[in-house]
């Protein structure tokens, strides 16, 4: 059986920087592609708020619901007194 030297792997400081950097600018443009994608998402909601329902103008505010309530209510009283 033959026996042969161990491969030896030899990395300098220029491989290494190298591979820093081009794992830095994959982050950057995931997160260039992350801020593009949340900017989008951002004017679709803005586009969605900007068009109006048109039964909304015919639904009662929660507010107004809580005095109709109370009104109904008071008339009922009113009527029975009288």
Known sequence: MLRRKPTAITLTTE?????????????????????????AQAHAQRQNQNLRDPSDELRPLPGDRAKQQ???????????VA
């Open 15 to 39: 491989d290494v920087a190298i591979y820093e950097d081009a794992r830095a600018r994959e982050a950057v443009l995931r997160e260039q592609q992350a801020q593009a994608q949340a900017q």
């Open 70 to 80: 109370q009104g109904v209510v008071e008339e009922r009283d009113f009527g029975y």
